[in-house]
């Protein structure tokens, strides 16, 4: 079955580095992994979306990459604001249908002033 | 205008009751979901609507019992309640199949 693991340590990291998040699949490569950034009590807001077929995606601060030799994508927040702390999930598409997602556990994020 | 809203935001009730969650988009979203957020934070699919029509059903006891009355809502009734079903419920919705999701703020249920 596939199945999407991330760090379940917190990444703890001080204002201004660049945090760096992974994201590990099983079996076959998803047609496109997703990133999720979820606050307590809220629900997950979507951030970005990688296609197998691409190496990097940006979107202002936030890069994502998609490495299908290693079945693995690595979020990068450079710059990093304590109000990036937050928990953040990788979400790969499921094989038996193109409407399923499947959510790794997330990582949570701090980052200190 | 929040974009998926669902109710209620707590639900507290003991062993054996039956109660629902309601959930609405106004995105003019085809697609509308029901996921399960445990107390490990794994995010499960429960169920999938799309254009009312149920497209994913997971292995979901059936005291589970989604509604779609139009394509703007996805309701979900629990029967017979157990403590095991505490956790937190996640509507969202979809454009299309591969697009991103919308969640609402999820429903925390607790079961005594």
């Known amino acids: 079955s596939q199945k999407i693991e991330q760090n379940s340590e917190a990444l703890n990291i001080q204002e201004g580095k660049t945090a760096t998040l992974t994201c590990n699949y099983t079996n076959y490569s998803p047609a496109y992994l997703q990133w999720y950034r979820q606050d307590p009590g809220r629900g997950p807001v979507f951030l970005l979306l990688?296609?197998?077929?691409?190496k990097e995606k940006r979107k202002e601060r936030l890069k994502v990459t998609f490495d299908t030799t290693l079945k693995q994508s690595l979020f990068h927040i450079t710059a990093s604001q304590p109000a990036d702390s937050a928990t953040y999930l990788c979400?790969?598409?499921?094989?038996?249908?193109?409407?399923?997602?499947?959510f790794g556990s997330g990582t949570r994020l701090l980052v200190r002033p | 205008d929040t974009a998926v809203s669902q109710t209620p935001k707590y639900l507290v009730t003991q062993m054996g009751n039956d109660k629902s969650i309601k959930c609405e988009q106004n995105?003019?979203?085809?697609?509308m979901y029901w996921y399960k957020q445990d107390s490990k934070k794994f995010l499960k699919i429960m169920f999938s609507?799309?254009?009312?029509?149920?497209?994913i059903n997971e292995t979901v006891p059936n005291r589970f019992s989604p509604k779609s009355p139009d394509k703007a809502h996805l309701n979900l009734h629990i029967n017979s309640l157990e403590l095991g079903d505490s956790a937190v419920y996640f509507c969202a919705s979809s454009q299309s199949n591969n697009s991103p999701l919308h969640f609402g703020n999820g429903t925390r249920l607790t079961v005594t």
């Open positions: 995105l003019g979203h085809d697609t």
């Open positions: 990688i296609r197998e077929n691409e």
């Open positions: 609507y799309n254009n009312k029509e149920l497209i």
């Open positions: 979400a790969r598409n499921g094989g038996d249908s193109s409407y399923k997602l499947i």
